[in-house]
DNA sequence: CCTGCATTCACCCCAACGGGTGATTTTTAT
DNA sequence: ATAAAAATCACCCGTTGGGGTGAATGCAGG
């Protein structure tokens, strides 16, 4: 697992550097620190960082917030907030370019870790929806009574959303024993159809 | 707009009710104090929160790791933990169970309104008809032939997982009419079940 | 006017699904 | 060795879904 790039962009320099200084010693690699927001659009081009680190208020004449935008729209990455003071509007216009993260100033050094490697991990959930992004193991830690092989399995095609007897093709069984299956699957995750299966299902995966 | 409710889950009483002041003077609700896991677990089945904060470090059995998985499997309700001290360990438990917000003691306040403010939007957001970001315009470019209103209509309910008989209710028509819209939706989208349907339109929603 | 189009609904048929009950075999753990 | 858990399959029955056909209404634009 190798060390995930952050990018910083903050206009006070002692801030910045603190944060680059803790992020160093804490398994994070900052890719680089951005003063304003040409020098963050800039980074944003040149480096690859795998989150970044936005204040809201800086001094130029772009403010966090539109650099926000600029990420969702062209990079899809990951993203906290770092401000010393937001008023309501500053707060609802932070809010609707969906950050990963919000930290007022000053903060807990570990709030920001913790943040940061919540927004990394939850982002990178997000994105692999498919069932690639889920494991048996993961899937279970939601389940009272845990999934077996063979119920994953299946669950994972009823997800794809295979009919019965296409399952049962596929795994050569019966179509009675995928409904048995099915039947339980039903049971463990609480859901009376399959549509409801694949719903709980993408339910906790987005989470 | 009407005041979200919060359901605080903390053992230090001191700290659980100031938590309780600052919303409850700054547009929260708190819809209940739980003191430890038992609580927590009365108070989500009584209450209807609409997020909850979690000390990770309960001095009972249960962690607040264990109820947030409760949450999860449960009520599927946003949280936000709340810690003095994470280690690795913990840490890596709490990344697990996907929480939508981090913060630790000690903590400015506004950070743990701007957390609870932006967890509910960005979880709504989630949950949000089914559909995030997909407008008719938005899906329509993808078709060969374009949706009516109608059929925009009742294809978000399928994506929901609703049933014929559900959507007929909620739309006001008949079940008959409602076949023969998803009909239409089948030929035009080219797919043979709503599962199809459903998939047709997770992978069109993911560009 | 009248021609599309959207919307509404009916009826038939069969396949698929979900619930219930019960049973056998294989694998795993103690 | 033996008990527990997992996996296999069968049969019944009622509900739901999907395909096909047909048709009435209302509304907008040429």
Not at 48 to 61: F, H
Not at 78 to 101: C, H, M
Not at 179 to 206: C, F, P, Q, S, Y
């Amino acid at each position: 697992m190798s060390r995930h790039k952050i990018l910083i962009v903050e206009d006070e320099p002692v801030i910045a550097e603190n944060i680059s200084l803790y992020l160093d010693n804490n398994d994070f690699e900052v890719s680089g620190i951005a003063y304003d927001a040409a020098e963050a659009f800039d980074q944003l081009k040149t480096n690859t960082p795998d989150a970044v680190i936005l204040d809201i208020n800086l001094e130029s004449d772009h403010s966090g917030i539109d650099i926000a935008q600029h990420i969702n729209q062209r990079y899809q990455l990951p993203f906290i907030f770092l401000t010393s003071y937001a008023d309501k509007n500053t707060l609802e216009r932070a809010k609707q370019v969906k950050p990963d993260g919000y930290i007022v100033k000053p903060f807990n050094e570990r709030t920001l870790l913790a943040s940061l490697e919540i927004a990394i991990s939850n982002y990178a959930e997000r994105k692999n929806h498919g069932l690639p992004g889920l494991s048996m193991d993961k899937l279970n830690r939601y389940l009272h009574t845990p999934f077996s092989d063979r119920e994953f399995e299946i669950v994972c095609l009823v997800y794809q959303g295979m009919t019965n007897s296409q399952i049962a093709e596929m795994v050569f069984i019966s179509q009675n024993t995928v409904k048995t299956h099915l039947k339980n699957i039903h049971l463990k995750m609480d859901a009376n159809t399959r549509l409801e299966v694949i719903n709980n299902l993408r339910n906790l995966m987005l989470k």
